[in-house]
């Protein structure tokens, strides 16, 4: 059975810094990965996903993902966080490969400080 | 165009009481998905239709029932509302059911009382 994993429900870094937050997954087929985000009192919004191909995959707002099929991760970063990153970010995984379920991991919670 | 669209916004049950919770895409798509999502446990999948005419149990299906009425809607209806189901409540669409980005809504904020 597919699942995801988020390391740290919260995570705070201060405004320019890198911003890392981890995901790692379980699946028994070739996975499609995806990383939404959550502003306060709203839906997700896509930011990025991966099916196949480039294992490097770049999203909105300057952040980017790496599938690593070897540490079954797919963490999020970007280099300079800005004040208005600071969501609530869910990673997910779909059931069976390429069909449309979805599990979502509990999400991290991203503060940025100035 | 507005997207994911879900009415209401707010509702407020007691234990007992049943309601629909609607959601309508005008993009043409041809899955949709309710999810559920409480603090700390991420979304929970509820149910999903990957297309007009058909409907399969998510991950969270107990207490739930849904309907494609047609393309555009699928509403969400619990019949008996507990207060476990006191939930925040996604509705989302995508253009196929393969590795496709899913659309969602701003969601409905449930309290059974």
């Known amino acids: 059975a597919q699942s995801v994993t988020q390391l740290g429900s919260h995570v705070s870094v201060s405004e320019g810094a890198l911003v890392l937050l981890r995901c790692n997954y379980s699946s028994s087929v070739p996975p499609y990965l995806f990383w939404y985000v959550q502003y306060p009192n709203q839906g997700l919004q896509l930011l990025l996903k991966?099916?196949?191909?480039?294992?490097l995959v770049k999203g909105i707002n300057g952040f980017e993902a790496e599938f690593k099929k070897s540490e079954t991760s797919f963490h999020l970063t970007k280099p300079s966080a800005h004040m208005s990153d600071a969501a609530e970010y869910f990673c997910a995984v779909s059931v069976g490969g390429s069909q449309g379920n979805l599990i979502f991991g509990k999400g991290t919670k991203l503060s940025v400080k100035p | 165009n507005a997207g994911v669209t879900q009415t209401p916004k707010f509702q407020v049950l007691k234990t007992g009481q049943s309601m629909t919770l609607q959601c309508a895409q005008d993009?043409?798509?041809?899955?949709m998905y309710w999810y559920r999502q409480d603090p700390g446990m991420g979304l929970r999948l509820i149910y999903y239709s990957a297309s007009e005419g058909t409907t399969d149990k998510g991950e969270v299906p107990n207490g739930y029932n849904v309907s494609r009425l047609n393309k555009r809607e699928f509403s969400l209806r619990l019949e008996s509302a507990a207060p476990s189901q006191t939930s925040v409540y996604f509705c989302?669409?995508?253009?196929?059911?393969?590795?496709?980005?899913?659309?969602f809504g701003p969601g409905t904020r449930l309290t059974v009382l």
């Open positions: 989302a669409s995508s253009e196929g059911f393969r590795g496709g980005r899913q659309f």
């Open positions: 993009m043409n798509h041809n899955s």
């Open positions: 991966y099916t196949t191909g480039a294992t």
